[in-house]
């Protein structure tokens, strides 16, 4: 037995979410319907709206609505310093450590060439452009410590070596809170080769 | 630092979703406008299908999207033996279960008189008429074993009591599969009281 070909849309096209599986899904599609057709109908809409305004920064290439986004607007910010980053979450986590007042670029993945992802595809070649143009002191890599973030970071710092700007990567190590008996053993020997005198 | 303001609003959209919370809300707007924006697309217009077009069926009260669902319209079904049940879900559960070819009734809730919730607002009103109309044979009360869903079994089978109807209600005992250890008190207490001679 099936539920009405509406309901087994809306349960289908649900499993597009991340985490939703069929019993989630079938959970969702009835709670909805029994009791928040407003919030359903609210849903539908945000959804259309965000699909079809938000597209990527022309500058940084997060997402935004406006040609320009807030951040690289933000006169207030320190344009002399870009963090590369692969993803808008990625900004986000940054932004909300209130420890950073530079820009972003965003490069919306990381080298991948097994999936045909090359420097273009991740904006870098704009990216590079960027840096020539627009003067820029610093260029602080953020890439995730993965292999692709370390190839991605590898390939850029490559790139930017030979135009006189300063490229930095962030530091790796044992986290603030997290136990040494705990802590993995390429995360130790980051730790370990990253050692700073003590003053 | 917020995100542009359709994303924002997407994020807050998504939390009218069961069992998503902030962090969920902000991964899965993040993973519909990176990698599928169709996906968002489709979903969109389900939602906007589903509230539009799903009502109650004027005879059970299941979801459809007909005047009468398709399992009251099946001739197949025996129409003497109606089930109460207390959501949509329910009926997928007995259907599932293979073991069942009468038809339903869908509270659609339960009795709950601190909510203001009493017999009309769960439709009592009409299924007794049906009951009488339809010289229905046997109303089998498959509410939840709830003091909630109890209490409506109780109210219903006292209703029905002079109508000339058979009322039952389904078993409540250990379930197949289940071990006596990990059983609550008052389930095998039901199970207990709800014995059957060995033939």
Same mark, same amino acid.
């Given at each position: 037995? !099936?539920?009405?070909?509406?309901?087994?849309?809306?349960?289908?096209?649900?499993?597009?979410?991340?985490?939703?599986?069929? !019993?989630?899904?079938? &959970?969702?599609?009835?709670?909805?319907?029994?009791?928040?057709?407003?919030?359903?109908?609210?849903?539908?809409?945000?959804?259309?709206? @965000?699909?079809?305004?938000?597209? =990527?920064?022309?500058?940084? &290439?997060?997402?935004?609505?406006?040609?320009?986004?807030? +951040?690289?607007?933000?006169?207030?910010?320190?344009?002399?310093?870009?963090?590369?980053?692969?993803?808008?979450?990625?900004?986000?986590? *940054?932004?909300?450590?209130?420890?950073?007042?530079?820009?972003?670029?965003?490069?919306?993945? =990381?080298?991948?060439?097994?999936?045909?992802?090359?420097? @273009?595809? +991740?904006?870098?070649? !704009?990216? =590079?452009? &960027?840096?020539?143009?627009?003067?820029?002191?610093? *260029?602080?890599?953020?890439?995730?410590?993965?292999?692709?973030?370390?190839?991605?970071?590898?390939?850029?710092?490559? *790139?930017?070596?030979?135009?006189?700007? !300063?490229?930095?990567? +962030?530091?790796?190590?044992?986290?603030?809170?997290?136990?040494?008996?705990?802590?993995?053993?390429?995360?130790?020997? =980051?730790?370990?080769?990253? &050692?700073?005198?003590?003053?």
């Amino acid at each position: 037995m !099936k539920f009405s070909p509406a309901l087994q849309e809306l349960m289908e096209a649900l499993r597009c979410l991340p985490g939703v599986g069929p !019993k989630s899904a079938q &959970r969702m599609t009835l709670y909805l319907l029994e009791r928040d057709r407003e919030g359903a109908t609210v849903l539908s809409r945000a959804l259309q709206a @965000a699909v079809e305004r938000v597209d =990527h920064c022309s500058r940084c &290439r997060n997402f935004t609505e406006l040609d320009i986004c807030e +951040i690289c607007e933000d006169p207030r910010r320190d344009a002399s310093t870009v963090c590369v980053v692969e993803t808008p979450a990625d900004v986000l986590a *940054v932004e909300q450590s209130g420890s950073y007042r530079g820009l972003y670029f965003v490069l919306m993945g =990381h080298l991948s060439p097994i999936d045909g992802i090359g420097p @273009a595809e +991740i904006g870098l070649d !704009k990216f =590079h452009r &960027r840096v020539i143009d627009e003067g820029i002191d610093e *260029v602080i890599l953020a890439t995730n410590p993965t292999v692709e973030g370390e190839a991605t970071a590898y390939y850029l710092s490559d *790139v930017l070596h030979n135009e006189g700007v !300063k490229v930095s990567r +962030i530091a790796h190590g044992v986290p603030l809170g997290g136990e040494l008996e705990y802590v993995d053993g390429s995360t130790l020997a =980051h730790a370990f080769s990253g &050692r700073r005198p003590v003053e």
